[in-house]
């Protein structure tokens, strides 16, 4: 049994397996409709997230299999005081699968020690947010062809961005990947990821403080939230949350061929007007999450091999 | 001059830093284990001024000594058996610390859940570098 705390948990050629996997559900999704019949994926949100627990769900929906879970600590036995560790040990005999998102970091490995049922870390504080990794590297080798050769811009958030944390980490493995990391002072990416990912690993990365000054340089723009929850105070959350917006003006110096990614939701860092440019892909990443997520579920389920 | 007799079987931790000796005694459990321990403190000492030195008399096998290369690696352990020194150890880095320091990023599921061993990994050897093995967290109270 195996479980998905993070995206180096699987080889880059076991990620190459899982999103031809994923193709196929996309290009051929009648073959896979009652594939996880009879299978429950229970979805633990101890904090409330729409996109990703609905990425689920309609994953699971999409192998006709059955969910059930909860979306917010207060309406689970958290509330009561419950651990990490009991909740699994109960939830691992209601369900088959479990994808579980928590704000302390490190809770879905907690469950994962406890657990009979394989666990998927949907997001652990500021920590991993797995499959939302698997979602950018599939949609960055639908869009693109393949990963690699590619200088990558991650803008916003860089310091409490779990997404951003997770795609660097996976994206290091792959040939020839270049970062560009745009954001203020305050947010950079944390030191760990500096010293023991991009430093040990060579990759080369420049920090800046200007999107405009990033912009023509880039193959791919991952603009992330600046998030209220991840602050301490109200205070620096207002003051940083306008510092980078993407308009149709800074648009127009990046490349042709450019990708905007964002793991969604937009608060105002990408201007409306923006969407309707080509190279707006996040809302197609969305949808490729799904396909990403059934491979994913198929995979850890075994399915395929019963 | 202050003397304390021989242990016919145990081991001897000399070399530590002068005051040290009392986190050494609780950080290898020794106040729950079952065996008689010397603790000798402020020991003049060439090399390092003053030292503490701790005479343990159980079997190291009963021992996990490797915490004592995370707390200081220039630690001596010499073996001791009928009132020999049998073997002298060498420390090395632990790859895992269970229970000894403590994750203090608030974020952490080791700050809410209940009765979670803490457990830090060796993740760079060479800057002696330890992560929570939850949260990743550096641990840099060292």
């Given at each position: 049994m195996r479980h998905l705390m993070s995206p180096l948990?699987?080889?880059?050629?076991?990620l190459e397996t899982l999103m031809d996997l994923a193709d196929d559900m996309k290009d051929h999704p009648e073959k896979y409709?009652?594939?996880?019949?009879?299978?429950?994926?229970?979805?633990?949100f101890y904090e409330p997230s729409t996109r990703t627990r609905l990425s689920f769900e309609a994953a699971m929906m999409n192998l006709g299999g059955n969910v059930l879970g909860f979306s917010s600590a207060d309406s689970s036995s958290a509330a009561?005081?419950?651990?990490?560790?009991?909740?699994?040990?109960?939830?691992?005999?209601?369900?088959?699968?479990?994808?579980?998102?928590?704000?302390?970091?490190g809770a879905p490995l907690v469950a994962s020690t406890h657990s009979t049922i394989p666990v998927i870390n949907a997001g652990d504080g500021g920590h991993q947010h797995p499959?939302?990794?698997?979602?950018?590297?599939?949609?960055?080798?639908?869009?693109?062809?393949?990963?690699?050769?590619?200088?990558?811009g991650l803008c916003g958030d860089l310091k409490f961005g779990r997404t951003v944390h997770s795609l660097i980490n996976a994206l290091v493995r792959y040939e020839n990947i270049k970062f560009v990391l745009i954001s203020p002072e305050e947010l950079r990416v944390p030191e760990y990821i500096r010293e023991d990912v991009l430093d040990k690993n060579n990759i080369p990365y420049v920090e800046v403080e200007r999107l405009e000054e990033a912009m023509p340089k880039l193959d791919i723009l991952y603009m992330t939230r600046v998030q209220r929850e991840r602050f301490f105070n109200e205070e620096d959350y207002l003051r940083m949350k306008?510092?980078?917006?993407l308009n149709s003006e800074k648009m127009e110096l990046a490349k042709e061929n450019m990708m905007v990614l964002h793991p969604l939701p937009r608060v105002n860092e990408i201007s409306v007007e923006v969407d309707n440019d080509p190279r707006a892909a996040y809302f197609k990443q969305a949808q490729y999450g799904v396909y990403i997520r059934m491979a994913l579920i198929y995979t850890l389920l075994e399915v395929g091999t019963c | 001059m202050l003397n304390i007799s021989g242990i016919q079987e145990g081991f001897v931790l000399d070399h530590i830093k002068a005051g040290m000796s009392m986190k050494i005694f609780h950080d290898l459990h020794l106040d729950e284990a079952d065996c008689t321990v010397a603790m000798i403190m402020n020991v003049k000492s060439n090399k390092m001024g003053r030292k503490d030195i701790l005479k343990v008399e159980c079997s190291i096998d009963e021992m996990d000594l490797d915490i004592l290369g995370y707390i200081d690696h220039n630690i001596t352990v010499n073996v001791i058996q009928g009132n020999k020194i049998v073997e002298k150890r060498a420390l090395k880095l632990p790859r895992e610390i269970h229970n000894v320091i403590k994750c203090k990023n608030p974020r952490c599921i080791t700050s809410i859940e209940q009765e979670l061993e803490q457990v830090f990994v060796l993740t760079d050897e060479e800057n002696e570098v330890y992560r929570c093995k939850y949260c990743e967290e550096k641990y840099s109270g060292k």
């Open positions: 948990d699987f080889s880059t050629e076991e409709s009652e594939s996880c019949h009879g299978k429950k994926l229970a979805t633990c009561k005081g419950e651990s990490v560790s009991d909740t699994i040990r109960v939830i691992s005999s209601y369900a088959d699968i479990c994808a579980m998102r928590h704000p302390k970091e499959t939302q990794t698997l979602t950018d590297l599939y949609t960055i080798r639908s869009l693109q062809g393949s990963i690699g050769n590619l200088t990558i306008d510092f980078y917006i | -």
